[in-house]
């Protein structure tokens, strides 16, 4: 059941892990008040000021919560179809890249050593500022010649995903070591 970032489900995942530790993490604090409150008969004590600093990293968690449930995974027939496709591709699914000013989910991205593409399907996502976001970081650790698209179309993206199959299956290799270290710097800047 465990999914790690950029793996097929890992948005659903995360969300059903996420629900179960923000619960468990609220039903600690009020224990402890319940517990207070038993025992001394008043609220004024020491078992409510531990409940009430419980609260905060339990607050923290339901923040996670609520950013994870506000995303939507990548569909069935999506991966389906990529994955007839992609050969010895790197391919990661579910990710969400955020930023200071906005979060941009991308649904399936795709990595060689030389390029990384994607495939938006929120009509919400603002694509010019995904492929700038994504090409600053991975300059910034490195990776100057990866070339960075995202596409809205499914049809174009997958068309460039058999290119990229292509182009590496004709090198005779998998995707190199640059291609894993471009998937790291990605799976770095996801939810």
């Known amino acids: ?14 969300k059903i892990k996420r629900t179960l530790i923000t619960i468990v993490m609220f039903a ?10 038993i025992i001394t008969k008043t609220r004024l004590n020491m078992f409510t000021f531990v409940a009430i600093m419980g609260c905060l990293p339990a607050s923290r968690s339901a923040t ?16 389906t179809r990529v994955e007839s496709v992609r050969g010895k591709v790197t391919v990661l699914y579910d990710m969400v890249f955020t930023a200071y000013q906005k979060n941009v989910p991308v649904d399936c991205v795709a990595v060689s050593d030389t390029q990384v593409i994607g495939y938006v ?16 970081i991975l300059r910034s650790n490195g990776c100057k010649s990866a070339g960075v698209k995202l596409f809205r179309d499914e049809k174009p993206f997958l068309d460039q995903v058999k290119l990229m199959n292509k182009k590496i299956s004709e090198d005779g290799k998998d995707s190199g070591t640059k291609a894993e270290y471009i998937c790291e710097v990605l799976k770095a800047i996801v939810l």
């Open 1 to 14: 059941m465990k999914k790690n970032k950029g793996e097929y489900g890992y948005i659903h995942s995360q």
């Open 28 to 37: 600690i604090p009020i224990t402890i008040f319940i517990t207070g409150l």
């Open 64 to 79: 996670g919560l609520a950013m994870m449930l506000m995303q939507k995974p990548a569909s069935e027939e999506l991966h």
């Open 121 to 136: 399907s929120s009509k919400k996502a603002d694509i010019p500022f995904g492929e700038n976001h994504i090409r600053e």
